[in-house]
């Protein structure tokens, strides 16, 4: 099976589809770029890639406009019956009340998905965004530091 950069599993992505994906995450980790071409360009070479869908539904509904929230969950209706790992399976969850205006609730289950996905870089900043849109401050800092590596 093919894997992210950080080591992530990732279902029916092949290299292309995948160096676009990634290129995507790194835009949307640096606020630099246009993460949504860039995932509309790896889900044009596999359409099949669910976490093209959901890293899509993701930034979308992140935006908070409105306007957004339709083609969000336009983006998960079509990865709704599309072959998932458990990875996949969590973020779709969390992908899901998110676009369905449960921020709170997305928070919490990016939460539980990063315990068992520590280096899960979408998760983890989706999940931070979400803990400043909801103002906990203590979250923010402690959903990294549960990512981090243990000092030894």
């Known amino acids: 099976m093919t894997s992210d950069m950080q080591g992530n599993e990732v279902t029916n992505a092949?290299?292309?589809s995948l160096d676009a994906y990634e290129q995507a995450i790194a835009a949307f980790n640096l606020y630099h770029g246009d993460p949504i071409a860039l995932l509309d360009r790896a889900l044009a070479v596999s359409p099949d890639f669910p976490m093209a869908h959901i890293a899509k539904a993701l930034m979308l509904a992140l935006s908070s406009e409105p306007a957004a929230?339709?083609?969000a969950t336009s983006q998960l209706s079509t990865a709704h019956n599309l072959k998932k790992n458990s990875r996949e399976?969590?973020?779709f969850d969390a992908a899901r009340?998110?676009?369905s205006?449960?921020?709170v609730k997305a928070a919490q289950t990016l939460n539980l998905h990063n315990m068992y996905f520590p280096r899960d870089l979408l998760a983890l900043q989706t999940g931070?965004?979400?803990d400043f849109y909801c103002a906990d401050s203590r979250n923010?800092?402690?959903r990294i530091a549960r990512a981090m590596?243990?000092?030894v």
């Open 69 to 71: 929230f339709e083609p």
């Open 140 to 142: 923010m800092r402690e």
């Open 149 to 151: 590596p243990p000092l």
């Open 14 to 16: 092949n290299c292309e």
């Open 97 to 99: 009340m998110l676009s």
């Open 101 to 103: 205006g449960h921020w």
């Open 128 to 130: 931070h965004l979400l």
């Open 89 to 91: 399976r969590s973020l």
